[in-house]
């Protein structure tokens, strides 16, 4: 079977996913995922991805910061990476695999911990975010912002 592709080529699966992002048989029932390379402002992107984790979807607040990631200020893009890398180790923790989410998590405090000057001006307390990723896996999510 040929591979899914974009306009420009790059192979994107176009098999449905579940809400933790978990591909699904082509026909399923697909929940709808955060568009790819959108260009927000910070406080889109943190007011979207909060409103995301709230529901229970890192997957696709990962989306979210990821993109910021690609589209945002250089000075930022730790920030962002982080919580791409925190959101991914929600997922893996929602997914049932601790192993991969512990590993996540360890790393998004890393880079949260090296974006918290840049954090603080966007009113994220990255320090607090590194610490609650680097504690004891919980149900629930992080508060973003303060």
Sequence with gaps: MARDRDAEGRARSARPRDGLGRPLPYGSPDVPR???GVVRTAEQTLDEAQALL???RPFHAHEVF???WKTGPE???QLWRGLAQLAVGLTHAARGNAVGARTLRDRAAGHLDAAA???AV???DA???A???RGPAEDGWPRLRR
């Design 34 to 36: 955060a568009p790819e």
């Design 54 to 56: 709230d529901a229970g």
């Design 66 to 68: 990821e993109d910021a």
């Design 75 to 77: 000075d930022q893009r």
């Design 117 to 119: 000057p840049v954090a």
């Design 122 to 124: 966007l009113g994220v």
């Design 127 to 129: 320090g607090a975010l």
């Design 131 to 133: 610490a609650w990723a």
